[in-house]
Structure formats: C-alpha cells, structure tokens
Nanobody
Framework: QVQLVESGGGLVQPGGSLRLSCAASGTVLSNYISGWYRQAPGKQRELVANITPAGFTRYGDSAKGRFTISRDNAKNTVFLQMNSLKPDDTAVYYC????????WGQGTQVTVSS
C-alpha cells in the first residue's frame, strides 16, 4: 500500500522560508514522477513542482526562481524548499506520486502572513 506523508508546513512571515518533506512508503519514489501541488481557498489545485526518475525538474510559474524540488533516494523522500515566500503562497500543499495510479498525501498547510 502506497502512502505519502507530508511534513514541514506552518506559519511563516513574508520573505521567509519553509522546507516541506514527503516521505513515501510501499513503493520506490525514484521510479516515478513525484512532486507537489497546492490549493488555495477558492482556487483550483495547481502544480508547484515535479521531479522525474532521471532527476529532471519542472516548476509552475509561481514557483520559478523561488522554490526548489529535490529527492533523497536513500530516504525515499521528496523535498520542496520554498524561499522568499509571499502571502499568495498560502495554500494546502499536497505531495503526489504518479505511478500507474496517482497517489496523494494528506496535505500540509502553509500560511504566509505577518
């Protein structure tokens, strides 16, 4: 059974940083595309970033230049380093894994506010 467990969300001031983690179990993360989506209140879920088995990365427009996705194969974990956070980054962030099915984590709240 595939499980994705996120951690690292919280409240941060504008300009601050957070690092999200997504630990996978029941599968080998590096064999598939994984990454992060987010959903703000009243908005559609949008891609933040993903990483392929080969390590290629793709970012949504809102994340380019500020966020970095990475993966630790030994820990079977994908990370999202978020810098220069803005109030518009406030959302629930979901980890995902694209195998023959799509798997989602439970989500972690990120709130950017002074």
């Amino acid at each position: 059974q595939v499980q994705l467990v996120e951690s690292g969300g919280g409240l941060v001031q504008p300009g601050g940083s957070l690092r999200l983690s997504c630990a996978a179990s029941g599968t080998v993360l590096s064999n598939y595309i994984s990454g992060w989506y987010r959903q703000a209140p009243g908005k559609q879920r949008e891609l933040v970033a993903n990483i392929t088995p080969a390590g290629f990365t793709r970012y949504g427009d809102s994340a380019k230049g500020r966020f970095t996705i990475s993966r630790d194969n030994a820990k079977n974990t994908v990370f999202l380093q978020m810098n220069s956070l803005k109030p518009d980054d406030t959302a629930v962030y979901y980890c995902f894994l694209q195998t023959y099915s799509n798997y989602w984590g439970q989500g972690t709240q990120v709130t950017v506010s002074s």
